[in-house]
């Protein structure tokens, strides 16, 4: 019964990544309803907790494979593409600005 009820849970957390908290509540309501005795639901919670605690893992390894840094460049296409001012852009319309203010003067 403890292999199927493992074999079940693994299932469910893999297949639809159920969270370790939700898994525990389902423990424990098997526990009270004697479906299973206390030690098999504390074994089958430690092994839900590895089994989360593993899949996690795998998966932040996963997305820290596929995410790379970005570059100097990476970053100014980006600024480009979203029509931000350069710096120089920026620096020219301040120069502009008090050319204009002094002639007003």
């Known amino acids: 019964m403890v292999n199927d009820a493992k074999k ?15 898994a525990s509540e389902v423990v424990s309501t098997l526990v009270e309803k004697g479906k299973l005795t206390v030690d098999e639901g504390k074994e089958l919670s430690e092994e839900l907790k590895r089994e989360v605690k593993s899949s996690a893992e795998e998966v932040k390894e996963k997305v ?22 350069t710096k120089s852009e920026i620096l020219e319309l301040q120069r502009r600005i008090e050319v204009l203010e002094q002639k007003n003067n």
């Open 8 to 22: 079940i849970f693994l299932a469910g957390v893999g297949a639809a990544a159920m969270t370790y908290e939700k």
């Open 64 to 85: 820290a494979e596929k995410i790379k840094p970005l570059t100097r460049e990476d970053l100014r296409c980006i600024l480009e593409e979203m029509n931000y001012a």
